[in-house]
C-alpha cells in the first residue's frame, strides 16, 4: 500500500516522534513479512514501545484504507503489481525510518549527555551563586560593621584630639615643674657642698686640735720623766719634789681628762661627720628617686602621646568644617 504524503496529525504516544503514517509503515512491513492482519501488540512490538490507544486508532485507520484498497475492484495483475510495488516502498520506507530512528536515538543520548552536562553545569552555578550570594551578605555585613568602626573612630578622634590637648597642656605643666625641680635640685647641690665644706674645715680644725693635746700630752710625759729622773738624783729635794710630783700629777690629771674631752670631742666630731655623710647620702638617693619618677613620668607621657599621635597619623580622619 502507498501513501502519497504523511498524515499531518501526531498521537500522543511514549515516543514522541512516532507518527501515524510510522505506524501504518509499521503495520505494512508486517504484511510484508507475512502476517495478513497485524494486531495492535504485533504494530507495538514491531516499533518496540509506544501507546497501545494511539496504534489502535491509528491501525483502525489503516485497516479502513486497506479496506477501501482491496475492495476497490482492481483486476488481480494490477493488483498484484501495486502490492509489489507497495512492498518495495515499504521496506524502503522502513529502512529510511530505521535509519532516522537510529540517528534520532543517537541524537536523543547525545541530548541526554548534553542535558545531564547541562544540569552539573546548573548545579555548579547555583552552588557557585549561593557561594556568592554568601559572600555579598559577608561584605555587606562587613561593610555595615566598617562603617560602625569608621563612626566609632571619628568620636574616638574626636577624644583623642581633646586628650591630646589635655597630654600636651599637661606636659607643659611637667616642664614647668621639672625646670623648677631642676632649680630646687641645684640649690640642694650647692648647699650639700656648702655643707661639705663647712664639715671638712671643722674635720681639719678638730684634727689640727687632738695633734696639739697630743703634743701637749707627749711635753707633760717627758716632764714626767724629766721630774723622776731629778727624784732619783735629789733625794734631798724629796718632799719639795713630792709637793712638784703631786702637782705634776694634778697637772697631769688634768691635761689627761683634757685629753679625753678632746678625744671624745675628736669622736663626736667624726661621728657628727659620718651623719652628716649619711644626711647627704639620703638627700642624694632621694634626689635620685625624685628624678627617676619625674623622668619615668615624663617618659610616660611622652610614650602616650607618641602612641596617639602615632595612632591618629595612622587612621587620618578630616576633620569636619566649622
Known amino acids: 500500500m502507498q501513501y502519497e504524503t504523511e498524515p499531518a496529525k501526531k498521537w500522543d504516544m511514549a515516543w514522541p516522534n512516532l507518527s501515524q503514517w510510522e505506524i501504518w509503515r509499521a503495520a505494512d512491513r508486517l504484511v510484508a513479512d507475512g502476517i495478513e492482519e497485524p494486531s495492535n501488540e504485533q504494530v507495538r512490538s514491531h516499533l518496540g514501545g509506544g501507546s497501545l490507544g494511539a496504534i489502535a486508532a491509528a491501525m483502525k485507520a489503516w485497516r479502513d484504507r486497506r479496506a477501501g484498497v482491496t475492495g476497490s475492484g482492481l483486476s488481480d495483475p494490477l493488483t498484484a503489481l501495486v502490492l509489489a510495488l507497495h512492498k518495495e516502498q515499504t521496506e524502503a520506507a522502513t529502512r529510511h525510518v530505521e535509519q532516522e530512528r537510529a540517528a534520532l536515538a543517537d541524537e536523543f543520548d547525545a541530548a541526554l549527555r548534553r542535558g545531564d552536562d547541562l544540569a552539573l553545569a546548573l548545579e555548579r552555578a547555583q552552588a557557585l551563586a549561593e557561594e556568592r550570594a554568601g559572600s555579598i551578605d559577608q561584605l555587606r555585613s562587613e561593610l555595615r560593621r566598617e562603617q560602625d568602626r569608621v563612626i566609632r573612630l571619628q568620636a574616638q578622634n574626636v577624644s583623642h584630639a581633646t586628650e591630646i590637648q589635655r597630654l600636651t597642656d599637661e606636659l607643659e605643666r611637667e616642664r614647668a615643674e621639672t625646670a623648677g625641680l631642676r632649680e630646687q635640685w641645684d640649690q640642694a647641690r650647692a648647699r650639700i657642698a656648702d655643707t661639705r665644706s663647712a664639715l ?67 669622736l663626736a666630731a667624726e661621728a657628727q661627720v659620718q651623719a652628716g ?32 599621635l602615632l595612632a591618629e597619623r595612622v587612621n587620618p580622619q578630616r576633620r569636619p568644617d566649622k
Request: hydrophobic content about 40%; proline content about 0%.
Open 200 to 266: 671638712a674645715r671643722e674635720k681639719r680644725a678638730r684634727r689640727a686640735r687632738a695633734r696639739e693635746l697630743r703634743a701637749e700630752l707627749e711635753e707633760l710625759q717627758a716632764a714626767v720623766r724629766a721630774a723622776q729622773a731629778e727624784w732619783g738624783l735629789a733625794h734631798a729635794d724629796l718632799q719639795g719634789l713630792r709637793v712638784e710630783h703631786a702637782a705634776l700629777a694634778e697637772e697631769r690629771t688634768a691635761l689627761l681628762h683634757r685629753a679625753e674631752v678632746a678625744e671624745g670631742r675628736a
Open 277 to 308: 655623710r649619711q644626711r647627704i647620702d639620703q638627700l642624694l638617693a632621694q634626689i635620685d628617686q625624685l628624678r627617676e619618677v619625674r623622668d619615668q613620668k615624663t617618659d610616660e607621657r611622652i610614650q602616650t602621646l607618641s602612641k596617639l
